[in-house]
């Protein structure tokens, strides 16, 4: 199953009568929890960015990203699903206060971890235990390693993998709450 696939069936799984898409950048907010708060989603989708945000990324962090990823930015630009995991986004819309992706930039400058491989690519993270996800250009492997170590923890083998693994993983476990 593609990663767009995984996403989009969750997405019409939590979809009810109070999602949101909030202009003027399309940011979907699926599965409204008023149990939790007013602003409280299961799910948020980021709109994609276009060829030049995406390129100007690329030049500020000086990364090449994996096919997969570029597929994956060009498709939705971060997300975020039942508080829990993460993928970061370009921060785009810097004058706007609302709804936008944890930013890439940070991910991969600031927040990185020391001991990360030069060419590694951090793109995700997971709420609970701080952990984070990155690809490095020249595999298709996704890696989840300790915040400030980069000790790997959990592979899989592609990306696609990744996310149909997690997303059902996330599911289930929101469905026994």
């Known amino acids: 199953m593609s990663f767009k696939d995984a996403i989009e069936r969750l997405a019409k799984k939590y979809s009810g009568k109070d999602d949101r ?3 003027p950048f399309g940011t979907r907010l699926i599965g409204y929890r008023p149990d939790v708060g007013t602003e409280a989603y299961t799910i948020r989708l980021y709109p994609p ?14 990364e090449t990203f994996h096919s997969s990823l570029r597929a994956f930015y060009r498709t939705y630009n971060g997300l975020h699903f039942f ?3 993460g993928f ?5 819309y810097m004058n706007d206060p609302g709804e936008q992706p944890w930013s890439i930039y940070r991910a991969n400058t600031h927040e990185r971890p020391r001991d ?10 997971y709420t609970a235990d701080g952990s984070v996800l990155f690809m490095v250009p020249n595999s298709d492997k996704v890696f989840r390693c ?26 289930q476990e929101f469905e026994k709450k």
């Open 83 to 85: 508080n829990s995991l």
């Open 49 to 62: 960015v276009d060829d030049h945000d995406f390129d100007s990324l690329m030049q500020d962090t000086n």
């Open 146 to 171: 300790k915040r400030k170590k980069a000790k790997v923890l959990t592979t899989w083998e592609t990306f696609d993998e990744m996310v149909e693994a997690e997303t059902d993983r996330l599911d």
């Open 88 to 92: 970061v986004g370009i921060d785009t």
């Open 116 to 125: 990360a491989p030069d060419d590694a690519v951090f793109f995700g993270f």
């Open 21 to 23: 898409i909030l202009s």
